[in-house]
């Protein structure tokens, strides 16, 4: 077996003969769109895509009468988290398809347009094709539309991802960058694959349906030739064909933005396969600064929160960053600790153990900050199914310790660590079905949520990804969150 360590690119060599980024503004976008554009419906595998944007609203539940309220709060873009990352392929599709159905009828009722965006992992995990699949399916059955091609841009370069020349990487400017097919994250137990080159991942995953000649590529250099070339390219669009596009910088992004408007505007249609900050770049909203702790006290005020003192810091990741961060964590705050053991839920005396972990925590809140993790060895199952049924397990034990601890006294705020966990923890833990988005805790990463209803509400609920940050962001937050 091969030793070799991959042996990262510097972001100089990566971006070598290609022009320079084009200085396009989030006004600029924000006009293009004017008022005849389609709202967006992001349908979100887990609620970390939301960490890129803010002040828009948020469902962890999706009736016809849920999906009315977000399109009609007017905002360009409601977020409906499916959480499907961790259910079952047919699940999984039956799920966006009941989002889409129900999203299409409220805003017939409205009287809106919408466009389907399908947010999935920066790093490429997720039920893809599947997920656009269904989404352009549902378009045609309920709207009679046709989607002309499925736009896939994975790139999200406040975390380090990034596209170049259809390859996409993880890494950072400081460190330098690897094809993302030779990181941990190409070796998911669910969502594995080999494939950096998102022409050849797309055949990969596509299972041949779509050969890699087959993708529409679109290049850093012809995006940064401007807005035009990119619009002619997609106005050649058809058949719902899948398009591929480079990204580095957010002005990237914003070139995209506008070309998909002409096109729009030209009669085109598509569905959206993308990472977290292209919905910020489409809908002509800015990079917004970090929540200060002062914004954060003001949500606090009058609500559940306003005189708690300690906070909950749930962690269900096991990727090697939340690792390190949760490392990072403990030599700053010295935070109590209580771990959820996996054997124990799968194998053992499950309801003793968690009865166990829940008083332990609650009698630990009264003197500080307390992380509630689960044991750090990853168990996985024989297949992807397997695993993702050991998952939702798991995650059902943290629901419901969650679920006991906020019953039992208040908190001051609730941070969820990974994708899963930070999706399962909102909807079932905490009961939230409707709230807002109200802005990231980190430059472009780990959004705020603010409950608008329910046993949360006014508990600052921080998402956190499991796969992004600094190894001391975590730390970063919860003192923050502490002040």
Known sequence: MSTDVPVKIAGADLLAGYPEPLAVSAVEVHAARGASARRLVVLDDD????????????????????????????APAV????????????TAAERNRAVATNALRAAAELGVEIDFVSRGD??????????????????????????????????????????????????????????????????????GYASSDLRAWVEEKSQGRYGADDVTAIT?????????????????????????VDAVEETDLRV???????????????????????????IGQDVLEPLTAAEVAGIRSGGMAQDATSGLIVVGSHVSQTTRQLEALRDRRHPAEVEIDVDSVLRGDRDAHLADVVARTVELLEAGNVVVRTSRTLVTGDDAGASLDIARTVS??????VQRILAARPLRFVIAKGGITSSDVASRGLEIT???????????????????????????YIVFAGNVGTEQNLADVVDKLTE
Not at 79 to 90: D, E, K
Not at 435 to 443: E, F, Q, S, Y
Request: proline residues 8%; glycine residues 10%; negative net charge.
């Open 256 to 282: 995209l933005a506008l070309a998909l408007l002409r096109a729009e505007a030209a009669g085109k249609r598509f569905v959206y396969r993308v990472g977290p900050p292209f919905v910020r770049a489409l």
């Open 434 to 460: 409707r709230a807002i988005v109200r802005g990231p805790m980190l430059p472009g990463i780990v959004s705020l949520w603010e409950p608008s209803e329910g046993p949360a509400r006014g508990i600052p």
């Open 220 to 244: 850093l250099d012809v995006l940064r030739s401007g807005a035009d070339a990119v619009a002619e390219a997609l106005l050649r669009c058809a058949d719902g064909r899948p398009v591929v």
């Open 47 to 74: 609620p970390t895509g939301t960490q890129s944007v803010a002040d828009l609203p948020v469902l962890t539940s999706w009736s016809r009468e849920d999906l009315a309220w977000a399109l009609g709060t007017g």
């Open 122 to 191: 920066s790093t490429l995990r997720g039920h893809y094709p599947l997920e656009p699949d269904v989404l352009t399916e549902t378009l045609a059955d309920v709207a009679g539309a046709t989607a002309d091609g499925v736009v896939i841009v994975p790139a999200f370069g406040d975390a380090g991802r990034i596209t170049v020349g259809g390859v996409h990487y993880a890494g950072s400017a400081a460190d330098g960058y690897l094809p993302v097919g030779e990181t941990e994250f190409a070796k998911d137990a669910s969502f």
């Open 396 to 401: 059902d034990a943290v629901v419901e310790v």
């Open 79 to 90: 977020y409906v988290m499916t959480n499907s990352r961790s259910l079952a392929p047919a």
